[in-house]
């Protein structure tokens, strides 16, 4: 994969860095000029994976969220958010539409389907008691410049 440039960040999983998350991708972003709209769509993806590690990966105990994002050729944004929390057994059914793991927080179990509908493709590795990585790309418009 050729990278034109790229930006590493790791936060402790605390709900208040999610807007943390989101300042530093849209920061690192502005090099590319997005549109509004791509830009408000990016963010919320990440503010939903990153939510995703300090809710569920991490469960009430502290640990590192790293973010990782990549710009690509031909307008193509690839970003990564890793936890090494408790994983997902079954990432499959987690990814289902209004399926949560922590109903008493009142999750609507929304997350993966907002990250997919906002990005052009979403992928989510996980491996219990190891933590959970999930892979984003969107390919922004091309300017008429």
Not at 60 to 68: N, S, V
Not at 109 to 122: A, P, T
């Amino acid at each position: 994969m050729e990278v034109l440039n790229e930006i590493k960040f790791t936060m402790p999983s605390k709900s208040v860095n999610e807007s943390t998350a989101r300042a530093v991708v849209s920061s690192f972003l502005t090099q590319t000029d997005p549109t509004v709209e791509e830009l408000s769509d990016i963010r919320t993806a990440v503010s939903e994976a990153v939510t995703n590690a300090v809710v569920h990966g991490y469960r009430h105990r502290k640990g590192d969220i790293e973010l990782t994002v990549k710009l690509l050729p031909r307008r193509e944004i690839y970003i990564r958010i890793r936890d090494k929390g408790c994983g997902i057994a079954d990432v499959e059914k987690a990814m289902q539409p209004l399926f949560t793991t922590a109903p008493e927080e009142e999750r609507s179990g929304l997350g993966f389907s907002v990250m997919e509908s906002f990005m052009d493709s979403l992928t989510v590795k996980s491996t219990v008691g190891k933590g959970t990585t999930v892979t984003m790309r969107k390919r922004l418009a091309t300017h008429g410049n």
